[in-house]
Nanobody, 114 residues
Framework: QVQLVESGGGLVQAGGSLRLSCAASGRISSSSTMGWYRQAPGKQRELVALMDRYRFTNYAESVKGRFTISRDNAKNTVDLQMNSLKPEDTAVYYC????????WGQGTLVTVSS
């Protein structure tokens, strides 16, 4: 089993920055992909950013140029640096790990005020 614990959410004004962190523990495959999804009120969960073990990345179009994902394979952590935040970035952000299984963190709320 894998456990994912997120931290770093909060309230920020539009144009500000936040950094989310996720620590994974348990039986983690070296081939895993890690990253972030988000779910805004009344909307479906959507991809934000993913990074595989080769450090190839996949970003949602809406966050390209503003968000940066980073990963430390030795520590099994994945971070999301969010800059130039917009009110539409307001959501619960979920850490995600995928190998042959899929795991989710409990979520951390990011609120961007206008």
């Amino acid at each position: 089993q894998v456990q994912l614990v997120e931290s770093g959410g909060g309230l920020v004004q539009a144009g500000g920055s936040l950094r989310l962190s996720c620590a994974a523990s348990g039986r983690i495959s070296s081939s895993s992909t890690m990253g972030w999804y988000r779910q805004a009120p009344g909307k479906q969960r959507e991809l934000v950013a993913l990074m595989d073990r080769y450090r190839f990345t996949n970003y949602a179009e809406s966050v390209k140029g503003r968000f940066t994902i980073s990963r430390d394979n030795a520590k099994n952590t994945v971070d999301l640096q969010m800059n130039s935040l917009k009110p539409e970035d307001t959501a619960v952000y979920y850490c995600h790990l995928r190998d042959v299984r899929a795991f989710w963190g409990q979520g951390t709320l990011v609120t961007v005020s206008s």
